[in-house]
């Protein structure tokens, strides 16, 4: 069974603009997915949509079998969102705070569950001060908390690390990992690429609305990424008709004293390196310094979603 | 028919009613401190000086407006200061994310501000007693014009709150058009002290009947039959609860 399916998801603002443009995907139960797409791109009115904060145009969800609009009682129960802006209600403590939250979600306060809450987000000791006097991190770790603490089934996770030092992030995403690995099916936002490869099992990469891509993390970089076979040289190098007619196959791009040359993979499936070598040693000479760089997901995403230029 | 979250019902309630006792001073101890105030003011300045065609000495006849007046603002404050917090913090996404129906957040929320407006009532009432000769005549009515004041009120504040961007809209509400109402729901005076447009004025004014209702409770005496306004009255609660139960059912500025 698949915790998320989503079927032709669109959203038209009032003001005409597009965010969601006829999305489907599906997020496989007890998968780690990451949903990734430069500012804008539309994930957190995907996000939005399924918390229940924005109204789509079209489309259907069902979680876990259930349709979300139809039965968003019983889908909200089993959902727990991190929202991407940092809210907190200046009245309450922590402790307070993450008892009104299970309740309102229908479960009695767990107290053993809340204090491993507050203990693995690092919150213990600021536990009964007012939200006030929390750092931006501590706020943020405690809506994570919030999304935790009735227990849901689906985590959504809309840039929850951003503002969050690198040890926390780490131990952060260990915790995660841990629940992960108890079943409980994540969805991630980040601008952290090199986080999400890491993480994720599963991705889907969206732009200006549109999906652009959805598959398992290793598929994507096994059939998206490519690698390129860079070689130095101790002159300028500059392309003639010749030679970039010669290396058509390697889509030559020279940069100063440096040659790059994409390269693909022959029938048996190996590499075209040693092709790729000998054609730029016989176009250029033997190199000072050579290497070969594979794209990772950050490369991968930087080409889809048109960002990236020319990869270097 | 889907199952009742009687749970997050109970603790959206707690929740609002622990919100108010947080800032004691500003919802408990100010009634207490206005009421003294008033006291000073009314009792001693205007001596025993009666209510024309009422047979009742004035600060006998304000009391009962004034605590009316003191339960109508708490409960619209309750209500309004709530939401645009929860909205300007961000906190009102979570009453969005949360499986609450519209007829559980609405019931909480005028539970709440009916909680608060009794509470500052019974502070408001308890300072003056000593000083003023009122008695509860008629209970039912005291309850129910108090109650249902406070309903209609505290529906108005969720609205205004849905409705409000800051705290700015909210002023704007509290001071062009809440203020004006109950000070112009004859807290003050009586109808037949006004010329005849002005009492034509009052009588479209809801929240008078509310006011005199009220006060015909601990007085016996005022400027309508409070039996009679007890279908404008009831009335006004039934469209305030389902005016709030459909903006909140449709996320009116709540939802993009």
Not at chain 1, 37 to 65: C, E, H, W, Y
Not at chain 2, 15 to 22: N, Q
Not at chain 2, 127 to 134: E, G, R
């Amino acid at each position: 069974m698949h915790a998320l399916e989503i079927q032709g998801l669109g959203k038209t603002y009032k003001n005409g603009k597009t965010a969601l443009n006829d999305v489907s995907l599906t997020v496989p139960q007890g998968s780690f997915f990451a949903l990734l797409g430069p500012n804008g791109a539309g994930k957190s009115t995907m996000i939005n949509v399924l918390a229940d904060t924005v109204r789509p145009t079209s489309g259907q969800v069902s979680l876990f079998g259930h349709d979300l609009f139809a039965d968003r009682g019983w889908c909200k129960r089993r959902m727990g969102v991190v929202p991407q802006e940092i809210a907190f209600d200046p009245f309450f403590t922590p402790i307070e705070v993450l008892r009104f939250t299970s309740g309102l979600f229908g479960c009695k306060p767990d107290k053993a569950w809340i204090d491993e809450l507050l203990e693995r987000l690092e919150l213990t000791e600021h536990c009964s001060k007012n939200t006030r006097q929390l750092s931006g991190g501590m706020r943020r770790r405690l809506l994570v908390a919030q999304a935790l603490v009735h227990r849901p089934e689906l985590v959504i996770l809309d840039e929850p690390t951003a503002g969050v030092d690198v040890e926390l992030r780490r131990r952060l995403w260990g915790f995660m990992r841990e629940l992960n690995g108890k079943g409980i099916t994540i969805l991630l936002t980040t601008h952290y690429l090199d986080e999400a490869e890491e993480l994720c099992d599963q991705v889907a990469i969206i732009d200006k609305g549109n999906l652009l891509t959805a598959k398992p993390m290793k598929q994507l970089i096994q059939d998206v990424a490519s690698s390129h076979l860079w070689l130095n040289y101790a002159k300028t190098i500059a392309l003639s008709e010749d030679d970039k007619s010669a290396l058509a196959a390697y889509d030559p791009r020279t940069s100063e004293t440096g040659v790059c040359l994409k390269l693909g993979r022959l029938e048996d499936g190996n590499s075209t390196f040693h092709q790729a070598y000998e054609a730029a040693v016989a176009r250029f000479g033997p190199p000072i310094d050579a290497g070969v760089r594979s794209e990772d997901l950050e490369d991968v995403f930087l080409r889809l979603t048109g960002k990236g230029g020319v990869v270097s | 028919m889907k199952p009742i979250n009687f749970l997050g019902t109970k603790t959206l309630f707690k929740r609002e009613v622990r919100r108010f006792l947080k800032v004691k001073m500003q919802t408990v101890v100010t009634p207490a401190m206005t009421a003294l105030i008033y006291l000073l003011i009314f009792r001693y300045a205007m001596g025993d000086r009666l209510v024309p065609g009422l047979d009742i000495d004035y600060f006998t006849f304000l009391v009962p407006g004034l605590a009316m007046m003191a339960m109508l603002q708490n409960a619209f404050a309750n209500t309004s200061s709530s939401m645009i917090m929860g909205k300007v913090m961000g906190m009102h996404i979570y009453l969005l994310m949360a499986p609450l129906s519209a007829v559980e957040v609405v019931f909480a929320f005028l539970a709440a501000a009916v909680v608060r407006a009794v509470i500052v009532a019974v502070v408001f009432l308890g300072v003056l007693a000593p000083f003023v000769d009122i008695a509860l005549l008629h209970p039912g009515v005291i309850l129910l014009y108090g109650v249902s004041g406070s309903i209609i009120m505290g529906g108005l504040g969720l609205i205004s709150g849905m409705w409000a961007k800051d705290f700015d809209n909210i002023a704007m509400v509290t001071n062009f058009v809440i203020l004006p109402l109950t000070f112009l729901s004859g807290v003050f005076y009586s109808v037949k002290q006004m010329p005849a447009i002005w009492q034509q004025v009052n009588y479209i004014n809801p929240f008078f009947y509310l006011t005199d209702g009220f006060r015909f409770g601990f007085l016996g005496v005022g400027d309508t039959n409070p039996y009679a306004s007890m279908g404008i009255v009831l009335g006004s609660v039934v469209v305030t609860i389902l005016a709030c139960w459909m903006l909140w059912h449709r996320g009116w500025r709540m939802k993009e």
